[in-house]
């Protein structure tokens, strides 16, 4: 018996976007089927005539890994690891290719599928874990250390909808924790959230991979992929890029993301490019240059590369969250930069925001032309302690310590009271 | 360790070990019982939350249930019965429509509901694999309760006009079956065709119309000439109300050929409706 746990050989998958995609009603359809026999005429080339696009999410990818694996899926957005993920899970089937899984497979492409808010939180467990593929024996044996995972005991009887989004991800990954599979497909369901859970969360992958269970993990997250990953494939437009030891793979990548992707053809070489080149966080350091993990002093740092000088220049710096929503915003004037690099240093006493991915944007003007607009990538994933209301809908944007204390003068008041009816009745 | 007894898997080999073989080719029709067996909690599940949530935030709930069939009797039996005079085959006409309207409003509904199921559940089938065919399956079924509710006021109606059921009650099983499977057979085609053009949904009120008055609901099937009662009967539903006309009150004759017809017409339709269906099933998440 082998101990290949997934094997994948020449898996494509084709989106067809463009005109075709876009019929959704049959008239269209109709329309688009009488008008055929016209532009085959008019055109033996359907992709000329502009009747769709081909356009292939994921090509020619083979791979072999072996049980008791735990595999990280890292890439720029749209390199395919979310497609492949698909695949892997049957959600959708490839265009070409073929995948092999051997045992159990769980898939975990969102946390909470088919929570339904009318339902109590004990409803959605056995819901959620049919779902996933358990059955109904299965959850009553496991129901008890999945609530007490969840740490939402109180609220099981509640309806979903009065959750917070906290809890909701809580008791959803608890369930899908529990799923025990041979092969355990993971997207990116940790990106956000409180970093007491992800911890948990990951101390428990950590132990399903201990148990010689194999793991094929995507985050963008290089310090998760880290943390628990052996092994990494990076995916690039589709294609593997490179698979190999984490240490090698993931180093590569994130010397080729904390630059900008039109310098990466040719990163060496001086005068390619007028602008932004990279950014990070110089202090305090983490796992990732991009990840803030404590509370306290943040310094950052900004490359600036320059083919020609500039005289009269403007800077501008904003952070925005998920969202798009302005956190912060500040700009310099009458800025003079030479020829060559420079590094734009800023520096915090404290970002005390949620935790969450937020994106810095980066301007220079010179003349009031435009010299560069980035908007900074990776983005800045920020994972402190996170303070906050139990209520979703009363958390804010801003995570903020707070010391909270009841001074009572009852005496005082009474007395105040007491003073005040007496003063009447006289 | 915890393996537990619901398999996700295509093949169980020799060994006793399960191998899922992903690709694009697929066959033609193949419907996995196994698998299919291995997600009978998941259609429990789906069932159940189904009869959870249809009646939330309602003031009067599964009273809807009985209300719906027991207006549209009254109004029948207003209209066509007593005003337009069509013939009950000796029946009190509120016996007579409400007999039909049990199949009748079950299989409208629940082939509503299932031509809506794959879109309703379009998230959960863009995030996660289980046998598609569960979606449509377990809308057919949720439908059964309410089925089954409206059963009481036709007892009831019975009592009141004293009228006992006969042997003939033991075929009732067969005809409720032979109404979901056409519920089912039009849900599964009604379902992956909804998915790719949104205009099904507008079509299906019009269909359950038309369809009724093609089924011997407001009136008895001995109104079609007989020797046009085969091609009647090729209307499944014509076969499934007789039947439970026949059935519940022992009046009429047992609906030999129309049955025949009809239990044809329902076999044609399940089985094309899970070839398309199957056919639909690999990329029903990319366009849904």
Redesign the interface.
Not at chain 1, 86 to 107: D, N, Y
Not at chain 2, 17 to 24: A, G, P, Q, T
């Given at each position: 018996?082998s101990d290949i746990a997934i094997a994948a050989g020449g898996l494509g998958k084709r989106?067809r976007i463009g005109a075709l995609a876009r019929q959704?009603?049959?008239?269209e359809?109709l329309t688009h089927a009488m008008k055929a026999p016209v532009r085959w005429l008019s055109s033996n080339n359907r992709r000329a005539s502009g009747s769709h696009v081909d356009f292939w999410a994921l090509r020619d990818v083979s791979f072999e890994l072996r049980k008791g694996e735990v595999v990280g899926l890292i890439g720029r957005n749209g390199a395919g690891k979310s497609t492949l993920l698909?695949?892997?899970?049957?959600?959708?089937?490839?265009?070409?290719?073929?995948?092999?899984?051997?045992?159990?497979?769980?898939?975990l492409?969102?946390v909470g599928?088919?929570f339904?808010p009318?339902?109590t939180g004990r409803?959605n467990t056995?819901?959620n874990g049919?779902?996933?593929?358990?059955?109904?024996?299965?959850i009553d044996r496991k129901f008890d250390e999945i609530v007490a995972f969840s740490e939402v005991e109180n609220f099981i009887d509640t309806p979903l909808k009065h959750y917070s989004s906290g809890m909701q991800m809580r008791l959803a990954f608890a369930v899908a924790a529990h799923l025990?599979?041979?092969t355990l497909l993971i997207d990116e369901v940790l990106a956000v959230g409180d970093m007491a859970f992800q911890k948990k969360c990951l101390g428990k992958m950590g132990e399903v991979a201990s148990?010689g269970r194999t793991i094929v993990f995507v985050s963008h997250q290089l310090n998760q992929i880290r943390r628990l990953c052996e092994k990494v494939i990076w995916l690039d437009q589709g294609k593997i890029f490179q698979v190999g030891p984490t240490s090698e793979v993931a180093g590569a990548y994130e010397a080729s993301v904390s630059r900008r992707p039109d310098s990466k053809d040719n990163p060496g070489a001086p005068n390619v490019q007028n602008g932004f080149v990279s950014w990070e966080i110089v202090e305090p350091r983490a796992e990732s240059p991009n990840m803030l993990t404590t509370s306290g002093r943040v310094r950052l740092k900004f490359v600036l590369r320059l083919n020609k000088p500039v005289t009269d220049g403007h800077h501008g710096i904003a952070l925005y969250n998920h969202e798009r929503q302005l956190m912060w915003g500040w700009a310099a004037n009458n800025l003079q930069l030479t020829e060559g690099t420079h590094e734009f240093h800023y520096s915090f006493p404290t970002l005390p925001l949620k935790p969450g991915l937020y994106s810095w944007l980066v301007s220079l003007f010179d003349h009031g032309r435009e010299v560069d607009m980035w908007s900074c990538f990776p983005e800045m994933a920020i994972a402190t302690e996170i303070h906050q209301h139990l209520r979703d809908e009363w958390n804010g944007i801003l995570n903020v310590p707070c010391e909270f204390g009841i001074q009572s003068s009852q005496e005082t008041a009474l007395a105040e009271a007491t003073e005040h009816a007496t003063g009447e009745s006289s | 360790?915890?393996?537990?007894?619901?398999?996700?898997?295509v093949g169980i080999k020799a060994?006793g070990?399960?191998?899922?073989?992903?690709?694009?080719h697929?066959g033609w029709l193949a419907l996995d019982l196994g698998e299919l067996w291995a997600?009978r909690?998941?259609i429990?599940?789906f069932v159940?939350?189904d009869i959870?949530?249809r009646y939330?935030?309602t003031v009067i709930g599964a009273a809807w249930a009985i209300f719906q069939p027991v207006l549209t009797m009254l109004v029948f039996s207003l209209f066509f019965g007593r005003l337009a005079k069509i013939p009950s085959q000796g029946l009190p006409y509120p016996i007579f429509y409400y007999s039909a309207l049990l199949p009748w409003m079950y299989f409208a509904t629940a082939m509503q509901a299932a031509t809506n199921i794959v879109v309703e559940?379009q998230?959960?089938?863009?995030?996660?694999?289980?046998p598609r065919v569960v979606l449509p399956i377990s809308s057919v079924m949720a439908g059964l309760v309410d089925f089954a509710i409206s059963f009481a006021v036709f007892f009831a109606l019975m009592a009141y006009y004293h009228i006992m059921p006969t042997r003939a009650v033991v075929w009732l099983p067969f005809f409720t079956l032979l109404a979901l499977m056409t519920a089912l057979g039009v849900g599964l085609w009604l379902s992956a065709l909804n998915a790719?053009?949104?205009?099904v949904r507008y079509v299906v009120p019009f269909l359950v119309q038309f369809w009724m008055f093609a089924s011997p609901v407001a009136y008895p099937s001995s109104l079609v000439p007989a020797k046009w009662r085969w091609l009647y009967g090729l209307n499944p539903m014509a076969g499934v109300i007789e039947g439970f006309r026949w059935a519940l009150t022992g009046h009429g004759d047992p609906p030999g050929i129309l049955l025949a017809a009809s239990s044809c017409a329902v076999a044609l339709l399940v089985l094309s409706g899970l070839v398309y269906y199957h056919a639909m099933e690999?990329?029903i998440?990319?366009v849904v």
């Open positions: 018996m989106y959704t009603t049959m008239g359809r698909k695949i892997l899970s049957r959600v959708t089937v490839p265009t070409v290719g073929w995948a092999e899984i051997h045992g159990r497979v769980g898939s492409l969102e599928t088919g339904h009318e339902l409803e056995y819901l049919a779902i996933l593929g358990m059955g109904r024996k299965e025990e599979p041979e148990g | 360790m915890g393996v537990a007894q619901t398999q996700v898997a060994s070990k399960s191998v899922v073989r992903i690709e694009s697929r997600y909690d998941l429990y599940f159940w939350r959870k949530v939330k935030q559940n998230r959960v089938i863009t995030k996660i694999y289980f790719l053009y949104r205009d690999g990329t998440a990319d």
